[in-house]
């Protein structure tokens, strides 16, 4: 594991012998500076984080980009080098509206693999691109929505709608939601309204596809953003492993501490872990300040909250023999942008080197005052599982 710091950037790298080097990196802009002066200082500011990690432009699979108006942004965003496909081949792109904090207009967190000379990357479409690795297919699927034209859809029909996308799409590769579908990140225009009409129709789109609280649910994140168009109020980014064995495949979960999701009506695995040969991905979910009874702990404290939810991660990641230290990012969503200043410095105090993105998103039950996600990776000795 490697890490390494930069001004505005920030790296993480886990190395094994089997399947190269994955790379996450996360860059800030200046607050001061206007869109176009942002945009090129974190065009800046990534390319020095690919200089000193080595890191061809070919090694990008993907980048979120963060803005704080899609609608008047994307056009000019869509137009730099960020979201841009270059020579070195196509990246997924995910846009989404979560105003970076303290009050910049653009951030950005990126995930590329390098050292391994089996990546083949593939535009599907739009929205899909295919990464083939060790003769395994990674999809990622990035800025579903179904608002572009209709101003009368609500949220459960678009849900349904951007589900039907992603099932379609894997079933054109031979895969399906409930076997391959590992991660999706959900996006509400306005959560406090909108988050209920989409957990009743993804639940109708699970149980069609036959994930239920007997079988299994996906690890996701939903929570307050946008895209560009207008009348979207749901879009979705996810990720599936097209060629994914049933044994790589665990949930994340310690019931001393969180209940199943399906003990209060919601759809999601709190965490997925997939194993290989020479590491394991730790796909957190959206955590926040909860306990085993489902409720909310530390009521109107941001900084309690944001330490439950940290400890939440940690026994997550342990359930699935892991630790914090493994942790290669973190996303952290706000819902009052003044809390910015106390939950940086408590970051700078528990993970002062971690990529880490702070962004305005308030989370579904209203009295969550913060929440994270984030991805770890850990070393693996199962040389009868497939390589990454």
């Given at each position: 594991?490697?890490v390494?710091?930069?001004?505005?950037s920030?790296?993480?790298?886990?190395?094994?012998?089997g399947?190269?080097?994955?790379?996450?990196?996360?860059?800030?802009?200046?607050?001061?500076?206007?869109?176009?002066?942002?945009?090129?200082?974190?065009?800046?500011r990534?390319a020095?984080?690919?200089?000193?990690?080595?890191?061809?432009?070919?090694?990008a699979?993907?980048?979120?980009?963060?803005?704080?108006?899609?609608?008047?942004?994307?056009?000019?965003?869509?137009?730099s080098?960020?979201?841009?496909?270059?020579a070195?081949?196509?990246?997924?792109?995910?846009?989404?509206?979560?105003?970076?904090?303290?009050g910049?207009?653009i951030?950005?967190?990126?995930?590329?693999?390098?050292?391994?000379?089996?990546?083949?990357?593939?535009r599907?479409s739009?929205?899909?691109?295919?990464?083939?690795?060790?003769?395994?297919?990674?999809?990622?699927t990035?800025?579903?929505?179904?608002?572009?034209?209709?101003?009368?859809?609500?949220?459960?029909?678009?849900?349904r709608?951007?589900?039907?996308?992603?099932?379609?799409?894997?079933?054109?590769?031979g895969?399906s939601l409930r076997?391959?579908?590992?991660?999706?990140?959900?996006?509400?225009?306005?959560?406090?309204?909108?988050?209920q009409?989409?957990?009743d129709?993804?639940?109708?789109?699970?149980?069609?596809?036959?994930?239920?609280?007997?079988?299994?649910?996906?690890?996701?994140?939903?929570?307050?953003?946008?895209?560009?168009?207008?009348?979207?109020?749901?879009?979705m980014?996810?990720?599936?492993?097209?060629?994914?064995?049933?044994?790589?495949?665990?949930?994340?979960?310690?019931?001393?501490?969180?209940?199943?999701?399906?003990?209060?009506?919601?759809?999601?695995?709190?965490?997925?872990?997939?194993?290989?040969?020479?590491?394991?991905?730790?796909?957190?979910?959206?955590?926040a300040?909860?306990?085993?009874?489902?409720?909310?702990?530390?009521?109107?404290?941001?900084?309690?909250q944001?330490?439950?939810?940290?400890?939440?991660v940690?026994?997550?990641?342990?359930?699935?023999?892991?630790?914090?230290?493994?942790?290669?990012?973190?996303?952290?969503?706000?819902?009052?942008p003044?809390?910015h200043?106390?939950?940086a410095?408590?970051?700078?105090?528990?993970?002062?080197?971690?990529?880490?993105?702070?962004?305005?998103?308030?989370?579904?039950?209203?009295q969550?005052?913060?929440?994270?996600?984030?991805?770890?990776?850990?070393?693996?000795?199962?040389?009868?599982?497939p390589?990454?």
């Amino acid at each position: 594991m490697g890490v390494e710091t930069l001004t505005g950037s920030r790296c993480r790298s886990f190395a094994g012998p089997g399947g190269g080097t994955e790379h996450y990196i996360s860059v800030e802009a200046h607050p001061g500076l206007g869109l176009a002066a942002q945009i090129a200082q974190v065009e800046a500011r990534y390319a020095d984080a690919r200089e000193s990690l080595g890191l061809a432009e070919d090694t990008a699979i993907f980048r979120r980009i963060f803005v704080s108006d899609a609608m008047n942004q994307a056009a000019v965003v869509r137009g730099s080098s960020l979201a841009a496909s270059t020579a070195a081949g196509p990246v997924a792109i995910s846009l989404v509206q979560q105003p970076p904090l303290p009050g910049a207009k653009i951030a950005l967190l990126a995930y590329h693999v390098a050292g391994d000379d089996s990546v083949r990357k593939q535009r599907l479409s739009k929205h899909n691109l295919l990464v083939e690795k060790h003769g395994r297919r990674h999809l990622w699927t990035t800025g579903l929505c179904a608002g572009e034209t209709r101003s009368d859809a609500s949220p459960a029909t678009q849900t349904r709608a951007i589900f039907g996308e992603l099932i379609e799409a894997l079933a054109d590769e031979g895969a399906s939601l409930r076997d391959n579908c590992l991660r999706t990140w959900l996006y509400l225009k306005d959560v406090d309204v909108f988050y209920q009409g989409m957990v009743d129709s993804r639940g109708a789109v699970f149980a069609e596809q036959g994930l239920t609280g007997d079988t299994h649910f996906i690890a996701s994140t939903g929570i307050e953003g946008a895209c560009a168009h207008r009348y979207d109020l749901v879009a979705m980014d996810a990720y599936s492993n097209l060629d994914v064995d049933e044994a790589q495949v665990s949930y994340l979960n310690d019931f001393d501490r969180l209940c199943p999701t399906k003990d209060y009506n919601v759809h999601f695995e709190r965490g997925s872990k997939v194993a290989y040969a020479d590491r394991a991905h730790h796909f957190i979910s959206g955590t926040a300040s909860i306990d085993k009874y489902g409720e909310v702990v530390h009521l109107g404290d941001v900084l309690r909250q944001f330490d439950y939810a940290i400890d939440n991660v940690e026994a997550l990641l342990r359930s699935g023999a892991a630790q914090l230290d493994d942790l290669m990012h973190l996303i952290v969503y706000l819902r009052d942008p003044s809390d910015h200043s106390a939950i940086a410095r408590r970051l700078a105090e528990r993970f002062p080197d971690l990529p880490t993105v702070i962004v305005q998103g308030a989370v579904c039950r209203p009295q969550w005052l913060v929440e994270v996600e984030g991805v770890a990776i850990a070393a693996n000795d199962a040389p009868t599982l497939p390589p990454f």
